[in-house]
T-cell receptor
């Protein structure tokens, strides 16, 4: 069993839709939860990170962490074609720098 | 955040040859850099941690004699794929940790390696 599970998609939505992306994990030692966006053939860029449980909002993006369920989500409101990319969740334990990534969900926002 | 560059962005080499990939931290001194490998439609897998002034730390299952890492300075780490084979064809990405209490890692644009 992988430490981090993420549905690879692809997920296709119409422009303006609310998108929900999710990851589950098995290691309760993870304390930092991140979402990266990766365009085709580019390096990942950090969208948001959350420490422990709770919600965090940044513009059209909202990250949620439920440590009791070992479940994290990223919501994108008013999705745009420019949001089309692969979204990777990543997690980190309290110490050290090692990130554990999900496989990424490919999102396509259509006009 | 830190600006990270990689060179080359794309390389094709013949089986049996060696390829060197550079990772530079342009505006941040990095005592540590990370090297990842990403196969199509798969996750980023950490290969090794590059440490300035000391040996790299390799993840389980990564051959250190095949993937040579040299952290030459606080701004440069290199990954050399020795005796490359077609199965080494992948997307190689480096990252720089933010440092201090910053948990983010800043990624380079990646290098696509194709071994023919």
């Amino acid at each position: 069993q992988k430490e981090v599970e993420q549905d690879p998609g692809p997920l296709s939505v119409p422009e303006g839709a609310i998108v929900s992306l999710n990851c589950t994990y098995s290691n309760s030692a993870f304390q930092y939860f991140m979402w990266y966006r990766q365009y085709s053939r580019k390096g990942p860029e950090l969208l948001m990170y959350t420490y422990s449980s709770g919600n965090k909002e940044d513009g059209r993006f909202t990250a949620q962490v439920d440590k009791s369920s070992k479940y994290i989500s990223l919501f994108i409101r008013d999705s745009q074609p420019s949001d089309s990319a692969t979204y990777l969740c990543a997690m980190k334990k309290g110490g050290g720098n090692k990130l554990t990534f999900g496989t990424g969900t490919q999102l396509k926002v259509e006009l | 955040g830190a600006v990270v560059s990689q060179h080359p962005s794309w390389v094709i080499c013949k089986s049996g040859t060696s390829v060197k990939i550079e990772c530079r931290s342009l505006d941040f001194q990095a005592t540590t850099m990370f090297w990842y490998r990403q196969f199509p439609k798969q996750s980023l897998m950490l290969m090794a941690t590059s440490n300035e002034g000391s040996k790299a730390t390799y993840e389980q299952g990564v051959e250190k004699d095949k993937f040579l890492i040299n952290h030459a300075s606080l701004t440069l780490s290199t990954l050399t794929v020795t005796s490359a084979h077609p199965e080494d064809s992948s997307f190689y990405i480096c990252s720089v940790p933010g440092g201090g209490t910053i948990v983010e890692q800043y990624f380079g644009p990646g290098t696509r390696l194709t071994v023919t």
